[in-house]
């Protein structure tokens, strides 16, 4: 195998593949990236046999071929290298020269035969919507995501492809962050499956302007990235879905509120931010007062202290108080973009739900108000 290829190029796919390829690892295989060179360019693809990540980049082949090299040491080097473009040559042996300007190095790989082959999809379920629009989902569930591995279904996004809507849920049992957007959905595509948190970290990570295929079947599930433009990074993620079966999440929204109050996000933000710092570990939680046209926001921690602070809101409806986790709380106000959030509440042992005038909606349970 021998190329040329521009340091940026290579960086660039290197970039998009490493992060799936952990630190420990039992099969030395698994450290490294396969490069298969062929038609004018250079493919990798990086797995952790659970998550598998493709891209392509523009090379000049001369000789095509493949091998396998330690992808944190590739990295290393390309990164350093000052010089533009980059020559690779690979033996008999797997051990791969790289040239750049005065810099020589000789990396020892493996051969590409011994590296786990992706698995095709047997049926093509699909749908394809904006990448754009599925990174805005994420951004507004992925925070709510279980990280107790004892309830492993909790560990990663449940995806409802139905109704011509793509639903995205992720809740711990403490919170609930649902989002969803309009999409044209075959018959045959319609179904449900969870996407562990680490293929959603990679999604979230590589996401940005173009379309986004995805394909699932029954035990996997595949995320076409297409560029917007002619020669940007096209990216193709498959990863394991998380056996089992999602709890209904309907029945934790609360259907009907007593009371429905418009708040600036960002003034709601702040002052929460300010009011956490007198919390402690022991007693995390603040009290939201609502009264008349005025929001109290309070914390009172005796071993810490306490901080009280208003924001004028629109409120006519009865005196009432709750408390929530604040870092709970404020995670879907850092998530959304808008200028105003809706808190409807029923009472003070209910769930609260935060909602914008978009497609989001946020379940909190309530805590002890002491």
């Known amino acids: 195998m021998k190329l040329t290829i521009a340091k940026e190029q290579l960086l660039t796919g290197l970039q998009a593949v490493q992060n799936v390829v952990g630190s420990r690892t039992t099969l030395p295989i698994l450290s490294n990236v396969l490069l298969r060179a062929s038609d004018g360019k250079l493919h990798l693809t990086a797995t952790d046999l659970d998550v598998t990540i493709c891209c392509s980049v523009t090379a000049t082949v001369v000789t095509e071929g493949a091998v396998t090299l330690p992808v944190k040491k590739l990295f290393g080097i390309v990164r350093e290298l000052v010089v533009a473009d ?13 040239r750049a300007g005065a810099s020589f190095f000789k990396i020892n790989g493996l051969g590409p035969d011994e590296y786990p082959p992706v698995q095709p999809f047997k049926q093509s379920r699909a749908v394809t919507l904006p990448q754009e629009k599925l990174k805005v989902m994420l951004r507004r ?37 649902l989002a969803d957007e309009e999409v044209d959905i075959p018959a045959e595509s319609q179904g449900e499956f969870i996407v562990p948190t680490k ?68 003034e709601l933000l702040q002052s929460l931010r ?9 007693s995390n939680s603040v009290k939201l007062s609502f009264g008349r046209n005025q929001l109290g926001i309070t914390a009172n921690t005796p071993e810490v202290g306490e901080a009280r602070e208003s924001i004028p809101v629109t ?23 808008l200028d105003e959030v809706y808190i409807e509440l029923i009472d003070e042992l209910s769930p609260g739900v935060v909602k914008c005038n978009e497609s989001f909606l946020y379940v909190i349970m309530p805590m002890r108000m002491s």
């Open 274 to 282: 300010r009011a956490e710092i007198m919390t402690s570990d022991k």
């Open 86 to 98: 980059i020559e690779m040559e690979v033996d008999e042996k797997s051990v791969a020269s790289l």
């Open 315 to 337: 409120y006519k409806g009865k005196e009432m108080a709750i408390a929530f986790n604040p870092g709970y709380l404020m995670d879907p106000l850092k998530a959304l973009e």
């Open 199 to 266: 293929a959603i970290t990679e999604l979230n990570r590589l996401l940005s302007a173009g379309t986004v295929e995805i394909k699932y079947s029954e035990n996997q599930v595949g995320f076409t990235l297409t560029p917007a433009t002619e020669g940007g990074l096209g990216v193709y993620i498959i990863s394991k879905l998380v056996d089992g079966n999602y709890p209904n999440y309907r029945q934790v929204i609360p259907q009907e509120a007593l009371e429905r109050v418009t708040i600036p996000r960002e």
């Open 141 to 177: 569930t992925s925070f709510a995501v279980s990280t107790d591995e004892t309830r492993y279904v909790l560990n990663g996004i449940f995806f409802s492809l139905k109704e011509h809507k793509v639903t995205l849920v992720a809740t711990d049992g403490r919170r609930l962050a």
